[in-house]
């Protein structure tokens, strides 16, 4: 069987882990493209593209941006399959038409998300139940979908997976281990206090990882779902057409 090969829009500013939980999480050759320093492809001869999360918002005046969110729309148009995760959702969110904005409460921590009765059967959230476990950092959320998405789940905190056509964006991490998810926490006592984050750490356990781990096997769905499309046997979404 042919390997499939994606490109990583590596948006995470030289943090190792993220190439670390991406190239353990997918099975695909990964061509990894460091857009913060204005790498990006010279083509789209990929089976698949996933945008990584990031300390950046989509709206921030970086010129390194909006070049970005432009491949991600090429991409869409040319029905490649694209999966973007917490700061690749909004990307995608973005380059769709979509709005994405700050928020009034930061979300850290391991937190349930909802599927909503209409997504049951998407191709992405295969696997997973009704409610799920996932890990979230992210000040900044989806508040306007774009006009052909279609909503997949979401907590009290906003929008956390749609699909528009070949298209997955999840708000959530499903590719943190529980050494990413401590750094992560750790990382946010300037912004948050150490009461919330320590809080937070306390609910990094075992336990809870476990629980998230769930959420990995989208990246099995995506994959399988990238091969059927590249074996031409995947038409996309009637719904989100």
């Known amino acids: 069987m042919t390997r499939l090969r994606f490109v990583l829009l590596n948006a995470a500013h030289g943090d190792e882990s993220t190439t670390r939980n991406f190239r353990r999480e997918l099975d695909a050759d990964l061509v990894e493209f460091h857009v913060t320093d204005g790498e990006l492809p010279d083509h789209y001869e990929f089976d698949g593209v996933v ?8 709206y921030w005046d970086k010129a390194w941006i909006p070049p970005v ?10 029905d490649i399959p694209i999966l973007g995760v917490c700061y690749g959702h909004q990307v995608l969110a973005e380059a769709l038409g979509g709005r994405v904005a700050g928020m009034d409460e930061f979300e850290l921590g391991y937190n349930e ?9 998407d191709e992405l959230l295969d696997g997973l139940g009704e409610e799920f476990t996932v890990f979230t950092t992210h000040g900044d959320a989806v508040v306007d979908l774009p006009a052909e998405a279609e909503l997949l789940a979401e907590n009290e905190f906003g929008v956390h997976a749609f699909r528009a056509g070949h298209a997955w964006g999840v708000q959530f991490h499903p590719e943190y281990d529980i050494a990413t998810a401590r750094d992560v926490a750790d990382g946010k006592r300037e912004d948050l206090g150490d009461e919330r984050v320590d809080a937070v750490l306390d609910d990094v356990t075992p336990a809870n990882y476990e629980r998230a781990c769930a959420a990995k096997r989208l990246f099995e769905n995506f994959t399988q779902y990238a091969r059927r499309v590249a074996a031409g046997t995947e038409q996309g979404s009637e719904a989100s057409a």
């Open 51 to 58: 945008i990584t999360g990031s300390r950046a918002s989509v």
């Open 69 to 78: 969110v432009d491949y991600v729309r090429e991409a869409h148009e040319r």
């Open 113 to 121: 998300v909802q599927r909503r009765p209409e997504a049951s059967d």
